[in-house]
């Protein structure tokens, strides 16, 4: 399972960077940027998270290896 806040975001003009543990991982760009504010706006903070997450295409699997 994602652990609470560890995906935001920043807005700039036009333009949406993802952040993961404050490391940037996805641009969305123009009207998929105006999309992703309108979705995210309803949402609690944990569906935000998994929202960011899928975004991201590389934290919805659950299959990655652990040490």
Same mark, same amino acid.
């Given at each position: 399972m994602i652990e609470d806040n560890t995906f935001h975001y920043l807005s700039g003009k036009d333009k949406i960077i993802i952040y993961w543990q404050n490391k940037?991982?996805? /641009? %969305?760009? &123009?009207?998929? #940027? *105006?999309? !992703?504010l309108m979705n995210i706006a309803d949402m609690s903070e944990k569906q935000a998270q %998994?929202?960011? #997450?899928k975004? /991201? &295409? *590389? !934290?919805?699997?659950g299959n990655e290896k652990k040490d």
């Open positions: 940037p991982v996805k /641009t %969305i760009k &123009g009207n998929n #940027a *105006n999309k !992703f %998994i929202y960011m #997450a975004l /991201t &295409g *590389n !934290f919805k699997r």
